[in-house]
């Protein structure tokens, strides 16, 4: 059966995540119910990964093995046809059958936006956590650093009383950079894999930093430490986006 790529945008904002869930919407869900009005079949989407409830998208990666005879094109134009106005697929593209959205996944990046400034803003509301008490980006900066490299990241998980000690933490972060444009502070991270909530509780612990709350250095400390609860809050989810997922070369398939 032809397996079809799909590039995904959403805004997360009226979704509980990605992964389907009984009596509650989800992103998978979504795309699963459009594709079964287009080709009257039941087929099950994978994603690069889960993103939580209220997460967005710019290019969450998926696929789905298909019967159905549509072109790649067509898949994109139809189910952007039936998919609701916060969900669009960007691009499709019919792929050799071992690809795997999740399994043959090399690595993610993530983008947090922080609206710093004395009164909140409507406008970004849906996409952005407002702080008004100033961040010192040097600091958080010099905090970051500490956390580049591989590592066991344990620290920054979701705490979580199912966590087993077989339970692989490890992860190996690429990039973790801090800037600022006009009131928006943004922080870029890049790895070869994020547990559960890593990126919002990596960069609340980083907003304790810039407001003086910690030191810098407590960032390596922490992480040494493999205890969430030395960690700072797990930043709100409307602000994170998956903006992208890394693959080797991906094999395409014409003709279909």
């Known amino acids: 059966m032809p397996n079809i790529r799909l590039t995904i945008e959403y805004d997360g904002t009226a979704y509980h995540g990605w992964q389907r869930q009984a009596s509650v919407p989800t992103i998978q869900h979504a795309i699963e119910a459009a594709i079964a009005t287009i080709s009257r079949e039941s087929v099950t989407v994978i994603g690069a990964g889960r993103t939580d409830a209220g997460v967005h998208a710019l290019a969450q990666t998926a696929n789905f093995h298909t019967r ?17 106005d ?77 966590h087993r000690p077989s339970d692989d933490t490890a992860c190996r972060l690429t ?30 612990t980083l907003v304790q930093v810039g407001m ?25 989810p409307q602000g994170l986006t998956l903006t992208a997922v890394a693959y080797d070369v991906v094999r395409r398939v014409t003709g279909r």
């Open 68 to 84: 159905a005879t549509l072109d790649p094109a067509a898949w994109q134009r139809a189910l952007n046809a039936v998919l609701p």
């Open 86 to 162: 916060d969900i669009a697929v960007i691009a499709a593209e019919a792929v050799d059958d071992s690809f795997h959205a999740r399994f043959s996944a090399r690595g993610k990046r993530y983008r947090y936006l922080v609206m710093n400034r004395p009164s909140p803003s409507p406008l970004w509301r849906r996409s952005a956590w407002h702080l008004f008490r100033p961040l010192h980006l040097p600091r958080m900066r010099r905090g970051a650093a500490g956390l580049i490299g591989p590592h066991d990241f344990s620290a920054f998980r979701a705490a979580d009383p199912a």
């Open 175 to 204: 990039r973790c950079a801090i800037r600022r444009d006009g009131n928006l502070v943004i922080f870029d991270l890049e790895g070869d894999r994020f547990l559960k909530y890593m990126v919002r509780n990596i960069v609340g």
């Open 212 to 236: 003086g709350v910690r030191e810098p250095r407590e960032m390596k400390a922490i992480l040494a430490g493999k205890d969430r609860t030395r960690a700072g809050p797990t930043a709100p």
